[in-house]
């Protein structure tokens, strides 16, 4: 495979999120935090923001670095949300986490800038977006006024509805390659300081393409930029091992180990106790990772 010249990056292990600075000097661990209305809304607000608190504290316990807040799911045949409504989910729940939880390290997920900045000025820290500013055009520009915001920047085509139909690639390592080459210039012309990148499984792949991408995690690393994995109990893993999401944790602690060791530096999560198994097993054999 001949890997394409990419625009130079110093290399960037640090992470400024709003004067807290994380050093990604080994794997770190993203607990997932889904705000929907048959979660969140249950009850009353007070119950529902408490069970968050309460899950978010577990989650840190256990031993994530990150707390990822989302209030729109991306799942296929998910239900439109509103803008409005995705900050009457989202901005609740930061302003309580970060109010209790005030060493907590918050990302918004979102591909909103609008969202993005309610979140930030709300107490979050890192902004996390599936489309890397392709679903709204403000998204960029925002993210580089508000300074030191760690951006997340994820591959995908099309929407969660349509991806399935964009699934053709030359190359699927090397396009995703490619697409970073621009979307990290993009990113850094807009002011952006810190930025990660997630190849998006699961997100306008095949099965086989899902995995090829994995196999070859490993020349992501030539960007020079932390590498963030988001797999924990997706398709990809459920397909091969002919379970459910609800059986799919010890697949997910496999591939979890593969990603590791291919030079993921976050891996965004369900269950924080077994990722933080991977990560220590992991540097228990190789040392640092």
Known sequence: MDIPKLQAHNTKLSLN??????????????????????????????????ELLNKAESMIA?????IDIGGY?????AAEVSIDEEINRVVPAVEHLHKYLPDAILSIDTF????AKYAIDAGAHIINDISSGEDDADMLTTVGQLGFVPYIMMH?????????????????????????NQKV???????????????????????????ELLKNLHHFNITELPILVGISRKKMIQNVTNTDA???????????????????KILR????????????????TYGNI
């Open 246 to 264: 609800a059986g799919a944790l010890n697949g997910t602690s496999v591939v979890h180990t593969i990603a590791l060791l291919n030079g993921a």
């Open 185 to 211: 210039a993009a990113a850094k012309q807009a002011g952006i300081v810190d930025l990660v990148i997630d190849p998006g499984f699961g997100f306008a792949k095949t099965l086989e393409q899902n995995y």
């Open 156 to 180: 995908k085509r099309g929407t969660p509805k349509t991806m399935h139909q964009h699934t053709q690639y030359d190359d699927v390592t090397l396009d995703v390659l490619e697409y970073f």
């Open 73 to 77: 799911s991306t799942r296929p045949g």
């Open 17 to 50: 999120c709003r004067g807290k600075l994380l050093v990604l000097s080994q794997p770190a661990v993203m607990g997932i935090l889904n705000i929907t209305p048959d979660s969140f809304f249950e009850g009353s607000r007070m119950q529902a923001l408490d």
């Open 112 to 115: 909103r800038a609008k969202v």
């Open 62 to 66: 256990q031993g994530a670095t990150f």
């Open 269 to 284: 999560v369900h269950d924080v106790k077994e990722a933080m198994e991977c990560i220590n097993i992991v540097k228990a």
